[in-house]
């Protein structure tokens, strides 16, 4: 009877059993295709981000050279101002200069005209 059992199980498991490992051959060639199209999809995201990178690079060298570029420019523009800041400085200096003499020279005049008129005004009443 145990034969008998064992035959059964043997007639109906073993058939059973094989279609499994069947079924695990398949799927394994299944994942093992899935591994490839994984790795290939990863080499192009690779690729991809390197290019990225590259851009990235590219357009951070790009940037910077404008910068310079600019950098140069403003310190040229300063240099420039900072002249013609210096030569109106020092025609405004000249031209307060010369009203001061003029100015000095109207009030001498006027002290010496006053002083005649005080002068005069003395001799009259004396």
Known sequence: MIE????????????????????IK???AQVAAQDIKIESVRR???LTRR???AEIRRIDEKFTAEIRAN??????????????F??????????????????EFTRRELLAEIKAA???ATDKAA
């Open 4 to 23: 008998q059992f064992k035959q059964v199980l043997q007639d109906f498991l073993a058939p059973q059993l094989e279609a499994i490992r069947g079924e």
């Open 26 to 28: 398949a799927l394994s």
């Open 44 to 46: 192009e995201i690779e």
């Open 51 to 53: 290019e990225f990178l």
């Open 71 to 84: 950098a140069a420019e403003i310190r040229r523009v300063e240099e420039t101002l900072s002249a013609d």
């Open 86 to 103: 210096t030569r109106f400085e020092g025609i405004v200096d000249a031209r307060l200069i010369s009203m001061n003499e003029k100015l």
């Open 118 to 120: 005080d002068k005069g």
